[in-house]
């Protein structure tokens, strides 16, 4: 896995900062002959800077989609909203700033006599900016090229959630199952990347400087090598994919239990002959629409957030509605079809330890409004402002004597230590059964459903029949169990081998 | 019409002004350079000196009348093509501090594609003409004092035997010593070369014993202009004030010297 991300991290990495500086050097001359516009053209850059890498990646999804449709009716191809080339773009955009900065700032150090002596003996303008201009601007232009170069190579471990291999794949993946060897293997392998770019363009500048041509061509060479032996490696490497048959982009989310379906359905795909690629790591709402656009092929979602993001419904209906109102309009209104409903759900729930629950007497999420005003409630930091919240405020009339917020793993954490009596979960969290947490019923019927359901995209319809046969073959016991095997601390186990025992259960 | 029997003059002011911020800071001014002399341009500071001195070069574009450069109207010419052919040390020096010394000094014959011998021999002669050792060829501008950096502008302003020079406050900071070996050298060189030389010089004593004519300007214009002697007679206040400055500085020099005569 470390070889192939590292190449296609280089890669997209070294052409970001190539486009950034092809963008950058006519925007430089302009600003140095028109001061005016520095200003506005600056603080435009700066404002991308303000925006987080990960938030500009995933605005170039949509923003390529929209390019991307009209292309297509105008011109009668489109282009492809994921991977590539929103990496490309967005990358290229985050590096701009510091190659403006360091191209105006270093132009504008050089001293007027300088410029003026210069002119005076006779050089054209043109000779003025080689000869005089850009070594002497060399140091702060290479200081923001180099802070430009240092910069892309760590965000482009972003690209992961815009469907782009990079290393950020062992980051989000280790992340997310807690393989914390995949998230340093994959940090150092970034850090190990930067150092050696960074040396290199170092090793060019001080060489501009002592205007030692033999130094400059030394960095200039170890960049050249790098760049081109490697991506060239991951190229000829990746030269056997089969001619005729596009493989099947299956995409997954970045949560283990997304990683565990994306192997499974690969498993059952490459038994049937059918080739496979996964591109996991995707945003929740990217996913989607990489689906309906024809950039993935299949994925696993929930009926709750469909019901929501794909059909744009603020409220909640019951599960059979939702279901079969997802299954007629999604192929009408974004050719994406329901292939099946694996039976399983991952929906919101409140959970208690089972002893307190038991000695309470708490069954149900009605128990639970009764007895609320002596609990303590801890939540996600998410939950407070989700529409599940407001439907439980609404069906119960929850009233705790203390609500608190926490990340995910400390919410656990407060449920564990006794600071908190109730918390949100996961129906299909591996925790519910590993630590003996009793899921309160929800007998109003107050939280939406989200059952798991297998999406197929427009490009690859065969695959519904080939997957049928998983039709709620997944209990959510089962689940749990699979997502346990990976997120727990000892005796882990890796997303292939998870995939494989839910498999075994799911024949 | 008849073509003119005699050269033209090497500098030829017309009726030339320049307007900045609504001033004209050289006004109306009108006045011929001949060929071959070596000519002082003072005044106080602002009178308006270095715009004159860059108006032949066309660092600075007149914003009325014409200025000629034997015979030919600066307007006209290309300016990187018309200034390679013009020697000229600006005022506050200048060297390219990212080349060495030789490269410095080499720079216009680089520019005009002179070949590298030729050029390396060109540089050895003028290390030689201002009196430094060869082997600050390969020293860095960075390394050199006050006096040597203005020796290497000098150098750099003669390296492509040009017939006109412009010399502006070659003298800069120097101390006295270094100024008068300096002065000596470049009418030493005006003289060798066979040059046209304006030089702008704050400080008239060291033009008065080597030029053949002064020339005073004050707010843009021309108030003086004849030999060193003839501005003696002059009672115009700036030129007036500009001969009694060092004489002022002498007497008090003396009185330093001998405070027995001063009552
Ligand atoms: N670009 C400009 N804009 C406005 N005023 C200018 C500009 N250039 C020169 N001046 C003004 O024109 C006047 C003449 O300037 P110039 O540099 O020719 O003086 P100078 O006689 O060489 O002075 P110094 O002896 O101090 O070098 C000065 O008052 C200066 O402030
Ligand atoms: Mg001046």
Known sequence: ?507 | MTAPAIAPDAIAYDDVTVRRAGNAIVDRVTLKIAQGSFVALTGASGAGKTTLLRLVNRMVRADAGRVRVFGEDVADADPPELRRGIGYASQGVGLFPHWTVAENIAAVPWLLRHAPRRRAARVAELLDLVELPRDFGDRFPRQLSGGQASRVGLARALAAEPRLLLLDEPFGALDPETRVSLADKISELHDLAHLTTLMVTHDLADALTRVQRVIVCDAGRIVADGTPASLVASTHPAVVALIAAPLDQADKLAALRHPELVR
Not at chain 1, 307 to 333: H, I, Q, Y
Not at chain 1, 462 to 488: H, S
């Open chain 1, 1 to 507: 896995m470390l070889p192939d991300r590292l190449a296609a991290h280089l890669g997209v990495s070294a052409a970001a900062i190539a486009l950034a500086i092809v963008v950058a050097v006519p925007l430089v001359m302009l600003l140095v002959a028109r001061p005016a516009l520095r200003g506005w053209v600056l603080a435009g850059a700066a404002v991308i800077q303000t925006v987080p890498a990960l938030a500009l990646l995933a605005l170039f999804y949509p923003l390529l989609l929209v390019i991307g449709e009209v292309t297509q009716r105008v011109a009668g191809f489109g282009i492809p909203a994921l991977g590539l080339l929103p990496s490309l773009l967005a990358l290229a955009l985050y590096a701009l700033l510091p190659l403006l900065r360091g191209g105006v700032d270093g132009l504008a150090s050089v001293p007027p006599e300088t410029l003026d002596a210069a002119d005076g003996i006779g050089m054209t303008r043109r000779q003025r900016l080689i000869q005089v201009e850009l070594p002497l601007a060399a140091p702060i232009v290479m200081g923001g090229l180099r802070v430009a170069a240092v910069w892309t190579i760590g965000a482009a471990t972003l690209a992961t959630t815009v469907g782009q291999k990079s290393l950020g794949d062992l980051i989000f993946a280790g992340l997310q199952i807690e393989d914390w060897s995949l998230v340093v293997t994959g940090c150092l392998a970034a850090a190990f990347l930067a150092i050696i770019v960074d040396m290199a363009l170092w090793r060019i500048e001080t060489g501009l400087g002592e205007r030692a041509w033999g130094k400059c061509l030394l960095g200039l060479g170890l960049l050249v090598v790098l760049v081109v032996g490697v991506t060239g490696w991951y190229w000829s490497k990746r030269a056997p994919v089969a001619e005729g048959e596009r493989p099947v982009v299956i995409g997954a989310k970045s949560f283990s239990e997304q990683y565990i379906l994306a192997e499974l359905i690969a498993a059952r795909l490459r038994a049937q002959g059918v080739p496979v690629t996964i591109r996991s790591g995707l945003g929740s709402v990217i996913a989607f629409r990489a689906l309906a656009a024809g950039d993935i092929d299949i994925y696993v979602d929930y009926t709750g957030t469909l019901w929501d993001s794909a059909l744009g419904n603020k409220m909640p209906a019951p599960r059979g509605v939702m279901l079969a109102t997802l299954t007629a309009e999604l192929p009408k209104r974004h050719k994406v079809e329901i292939a099946a409903s694996l039976g399983f759900e991952n929906a919101y729930a409140l959970a208690m330890k089972r002893a307190d629950a038991d000695r309470l007497g708490i069954e149900t999420l009605a128990d639970l409004a009764t007895a609320a005003p002596r609990l303590r409630m801890a939540t996600d930091t998410e939950f407070q402002s989700r529409l599940e919240w407001r439907a439980l405020q609404a069906g119960y009339g929850l009233k705790f004597a203390r609500l608190t917020s926490y990340t995910p793993t400390l919410m656990v954490r407060a449920l564990q230590s006794g600071e908190a009596d109730v918390i949100t979960a996961f129906s299909s969290d591996g925790r519910i059964a590993a630590d003996d947490l009793k899921l309160l019923a929800d007998p109003r019927g107050a939280l939406p459903a989200y059952d798991a359901v297998l999406l197929i995209g427009p490009r690859r319809p065969e695959l519904k029949a080939r997957l049928a046969g998983l039709a709620g073959k997944i209990p959510v016991e089962a689940m749990r169990e699979a997502n346990w095997q990976v997120d727990r601390d000892t005796d882990k186990r890796t997303v292939q081998q998870a995939a494989a025992w839910l498999e075994a259960r799911a024949k």
